[in-house]
């Protein structure tokens, strides 16, 4: 595994960005995959269950819409629909935060541990452990992002009102945002350092690096849409095509488990993608992270000269 270590402290122009992330993509997405599902079968069980209860939701409320005669008549089962999408839609959303924190943090540590070990055979419990030690970190940093995201919404929604330039503008700020906090929260990690120092240390990087962080996180960001759009292909086209017999055949959904069934596995599938998402993005801003750290201090670079120093 060693002999096919790619070296991720090394400063590297934009394109070398991208390509660095699919070979890394490439040899670890199996290993990682791993650690993702060893560590969110608990949440993949509740996404689960928030899909089933939406699905229900939707079909009860588009069932009462068309007044089907099966759907017994009763006038309480409109609010049932109503408590199945609000029940379902809170317990999404309370496993998305979840995770997001889980797989942020997951992620960084995995592709810490990949340059501390220099393989990509990484023991799972290894990354867990070093997720784990800096839980109280991680949280406060979720925490002080709610007033951040605040402001930023209220800056996104200033600049969209703009005509034209506001919403180039709007979307440049917003890969800004992403590349800062996704390179802050990977400083916290690797160097261990408080929120703030972390936050300042990545706002200088991003800074000084503008236009190949935004480029790095809208180009990749647009990639990883694209394939992550690829896997769900197959999913959408068998409810396509379900969807399409259920119209054709007048078919009784609302009493039909084989449609609930495949609504909310396939509801579930498209969550589960999302997550997954999380992660491999800030894949992205790990990459960028090393190139901006190295370019900044050069950190790898003096400590090979050194070494080749002591051999002499």
Known sequence: MKDNYIPLRVNREFGEIISTYFDFFKQNIKNF???FISYNGIFLVGLLIASYLLVSGFIGMIAHEYNY?????????EQNYYLYLGFGGFLFFVIFICVAVLNYSLSSSYMIKYVEKKSSDIDKKEVWEYAKSQFGNIILFVLLLIPIYLVILMASFILVIIPILGIFAQYIFQ???SAWIGVSFFDMLEKKKGIT????EGWRLVTANFWKSVGVNFILGLLLGILLMITLIVPAIIIGVYT???VENNVD??????????YTLGTCFILII???GQCLSQFVNGILYYALHEKTYNENTRASIAQIGQNY
Not at 69 to 77: D, K
Not at 197 to 200: I, V
């Open 33 to 35: 995959t791993n650690v």
């Open 69 to 77: 005669e099966n759907v017994s008549g009763e006038i309480g089962l």
């Open 175 to 177: 890969f800004f945002i």
């Open 197 to 200: 120092d972390a936050l300042g």
């Open 244 to 246: 399409f017999h259920v």
């Open 253 to 262: 959904y609302s009493h039909s488990i084989v449609t609930t069934i495949i």
């Open 274 to 276: 999302a997550v997954y």
